[in-house]
């Protein structure tokens, strides 16, 4: 059974996760900074010690990235390429810049743009992190990077990832970006049937 490597779980596990992990045939391991959530390995994107040499399949990542800082982002993403089997893919999510500063743009900072479970988000929360957890004392909520398509699969490509395909959903309720990378080179349809399985409908 292949595994993927869940990180950055918080409280979630494979349901919240893409329809392409959330089936029987995919094994999940949680990994998170955070003891609390009872993740299956306690570990920091950038410190993966604890995860053997090419061990997993796959590695999941929704909204993790932009709490390093952007020097740790080249540090994280070659962990991740140890970890991943050769033929191994990433998919990740995370907030667009482009998008969210657009609302900046139009003076829409603190305005609610869309509300989620935790409550109405506005633009200051997608590039600074979500005030309300801080406040509670959560701080590992704090962002410390971003990217727009174009940085994300740049960054990709130039950290070792030999395959890129991404999407910006830059409108309400989502004003995210998603990527799948892939270890190995592989054919635009192989790529495009990774992208169709794991990013939203």
């Keep these: 059974m292949p595994t993927f490597l869940h990180i950055g779980c918080g409280p979630k596990r494979k349901g919240q996760t893409t329809r392409g992990f959330n089936t029987p045939a995919w094994n999940e391991i949680r990994l998170d900074i955070d003891a609390s959530v009872a993740p299956d390995v306690i570990g920091t994107m950038t410190d993966l010690s604890?995860?053997?040499?090419?061990?997993?399949?796959?590695?999941?990542?929704?909204?993790?990235?932009?709490?390093?800082?952007p020097h740790e982002v080249p540090v994280a993403f070659r962990e991740f390429l140890?970890?991943?089997?050769?033929?191994?893919?990433?998919?990740?999510?995370?907030?667009?810049?482009?998008?969210?500063?657009?609302?900046?743009?139009d003076d829409k900072l603190t305005e609610a743009a869309y509300t989620a479970p935790a409550g109405?988000?506005?633009?200051?929360?997608?590039?600074?992190?979500?005030?309300?957890?801080?406040?509670?004392g959560n701080l590992f909520m704090a962002h410390r990077c971003g990217f727009t398509q174009k940085v994300l699969d740049a960054t990709?490509?130039?950290?070792?990832f030999r395959t890129v395909a991404s999407l910006a959903r830059g409108r309400a309720p989502f004003f995210d970006l998603w990527a799948?990378?892939?270890?190995?080179?592989?054919t635009?349809?192989?790529?495009?049937?990774?992208?169709?399985?794991h990013f939203p409908e």
């Design 50 to 69: 604890a995860v053997a040499d090419t061990s997993v399949d796959a590695i999941f990542s929704s909204h993790n990235i932009e709490h390093l800082y």
């Design 82 to 105: 140890r970890v991943l089997r050769p033929d191994g893919f990433f998919v990740l999510t995370c907030p667009d810049l482009k998008s969210v500063c657009a609302l900046v743009a």
């Design 120 to 136: 109405p988000i506005a633009p200051i929360d997608m590039l600074y992190g979500h005030r309300p957890a801080m406040e509670r």
């Design 156 to 160: 990709l490509r130039a950290c070792g």
């Design 180 to 186: 799948v990378a892939s270890k190995s080179v592989r």
């Design 188 to 197: 635009e349809d192989e790529i495009r049937a990774l992208a169709r399985g």
